[in-house]
């Protein structure tokens, strides 16, 4: 049962770092090639505001139960060699929280305000696009570790001496 509950564990840690990679990649390879030349003043805000908040509000919700995971995932694996998957987890967990709210939510508070002029509509989408892609990048390399971790975690059952069953019948 123990064993049951842990593989849910991770894999609700392994759901979000999915969830979380298809995001920024959707973002980054369909929406932001076309963002410079389709939004203006007068669409942007319908275009990136209503997402973003309905997103934030989303993971307002499933990064505190991520969190809680990685500290049973660090707890479960401390004593093998997969306790560097967890810690690496802490980092790649806290930095996009940290660049949303110390950085992109200054942009987005100034998109929210309402941004009329061209010029300043252009400098605030890079930084934007900028800044979701070092999250991007982030939570590519934290996907990658994951799916290392479940690989990884099969090829050491599978390689461990498989029980032979004991025949009592006289050879």
């Known amino acids: 049962m123990k064993r049951t509950l842990l593989d849910i564990n991770n894999a609700y840690i392994f ?5 979380y990679l298809g995001l920024f990649w959707s973002l980054h390879f369909f929406w932001f090639p076309n ?6 003043v007068d669409n942007y ?5 209503p997402i973003t ?3 934030t509000q989303f993971f307002f919700i499933t990064i505190p139960i991520m969190a809680v995971a ?4 660090l707890i479960s694996e401390w004593k093998t060699k997969f306790r560097w998957v967890p810690l690496a987890w802490i980092i790649g967990l806290l930095a996009p929280v940290i660049v949303q709210q110390l950085f992109i939510e200054r942009v987005n508070n100034k998109f929210k305000a309402g941004v009329t002029d061209p010029q300043e509509l252009g400098a605030l989408l890079n930084e934007w696009m900028f800044l979701n892609d070092v999250r991007w990048i982030i939570l590519t390399i934290m ?5 290392y ?3 990884a975690k099969a090829r050491q059952k ?13 050879a």
């Open 70 to 73: 990685i500290v049973i995932m």
């Open 35 to 40: 963002y410079p030349t389709t939004l203006n």
């Open 53 to 55: 908040d309905t997103a």
């Open 143 to 147: 996907w990658c570790i994951t799916m």
């Open 45 to 49: 805000y319908d275009a990136i505001i």
């Open 15 to 19: 759901f979000c770092a999915s969830i």
């Open 158 to 170: 599978n390689q461990q001496p498989q029980q032979r069953e004991v025949s009592f019948e006289a």
């Open 149 to 151: 971790f479940f690989i």
